[in-house]
C-alpha cells in the first residue's frame, strides 16, 4: 500500500507492520538524466520489493532530497546538511512506527546518503522506536561498474522512466564522464566535489546501460529487498541483555 495515494481508513485497515521508506536526492547525473534520477530509482526498487514480498507492505512516500553538496556547482541540485537529513529520515520513520509499522526498511538511492541512513536505523533500533535497517539498492546487486549517471543508473532509468532520459545527450554525457570517481592518492580523495573531476557531472559510460540490464537490476533489488522484508518480518526485534 502506498500511503501517498492511500485515505487515511485505507491505511488504518491495513495489516501490516513493515514498512519501506524511499530516500534519494536531488541532484545532477549528466546532461542525460534526470535530477531526481536516485528519488525515482529508490521508489521503483521499493515498489519492486514490496511486489515480491508475501506480506502486505507499507511504502512511504519518497524523501526526495538529500546529503548532496558533492553536486552542488551542476544547477538543480538540492541538498540538506547531514543533521538536518538524518532528523528528517528519524522523524518520518519514528511516525511510521507510531502507527504500528514499526519494522521499517530505508530503500536508499543516493551513495551520499549511505552512511547517514545507516546510523539512522541503528539509532531507531538502539532507542527501541523501531526495528529500522538500512538498503541502498545498488549495494544489493550485480554492479561492479556503478558510477554516476553511469551504465547502471542510465539501464535502471531505460527501464523504469524511458522518456526522461534525453537521448541525444548521451554522447555528450559519455564524452564529458569521468571513469572513476574522483582523483585517489594513497587512498584518499583529492577530490570533495564532482565538477573536480567530471566535466558533465557523469562518472562511468552511460551508453552502455541499456534496458534490457535496467529490467535485470530492479528484479535482482527486488528480489534482494524482498529477501531483507522476510527477514525483518521474523526477526525478534529485542534488544540484545547488557553483558
Do not use: C
Request: charged residues 20%.
Amino acid at each position: 500500500m502506498h500511503l501517498s495515494e492511500a485515505t487515511w481508513t485505507d491505511a488504518d485497515a491495513v495489516d501490516a507492520d513493515v514498512a519501506l521508506l524511499p530516500v534519494g536526492s536531488t541532484e545532477q547525473h549528466g546532461p542525460h538524466a534526470p535530477l531526481g534520477t536516485d528519488a525515482l530509482s529508490a521508489e521503483a526498487v521499493a515498489e519492486a520489493g514490496a511486489a515480491a514480498h508475501d506480506e502486505a507492505v507499507v511504502v512511504a512516500p519518497t524523501v526526495p532530497v538529500g546529503i548532496a553538496a558533492e553536486h552542488r556547482q551542476f544547477t538543480g541540485t538540492l541538498w540538506v546538511s547531514p543533521d538536518t537529513f538524518r532528523a528528517y529520515v528519524r522523524e518520518t520513520a519514528a511516525s511510521l512506527a507510531s502507527h504500528g509499522w514499526d519494522r521499517i526498511v530505508l530503500v536508499n538511492g543516493h551513495g551520499g546518503n549511505a552512511e547517514a541512513v545507516r546510523e539512522v536505523a541503528a539509532d531507531l533500533t538502539r532507542a527501541e522506536v523501531a526495528y529500522a535497517l538500512p538498503f541502498t539498492w545498488f549495494e544489493a546487486v550485480e554492479a561492479p561498474d556503478m558510477g554516476h549517471g553511469g551504465p547502471v543508473e542510465t539501464a535502471l532509468l531505460r527501464h523504469v522512466a524511458p522518456d526522461l532520459v534525453r537521448e541525444d545527450r548521451v554522447e555528450e554525457a559519455a564524452a564529458g564522464a569521468a571513469a572513476t570517481w574522483g582523483e585517489w592518492v594513497s587512498g584518499t580523495n583529492l577530490a570533495h566535489d564532482s565538477a573536480a573531476f567530471s566535466e558533465s557531472g557523469a562518472v562511468g559510460d552511460p551508453r552502455d546501460g541499456d534496458a534490457e540490464r535496467g529490467e535485470k537490476l530492479l528484479a535482482e533489488a527486488g528480489a534482494a529487498l524482498a529477501d531483507l522484508l522476510a527477514a525483518v518480518a521474523e526477526r525478534d526485534p529485542t534488544p540484545p541483555p547488557h553483558r
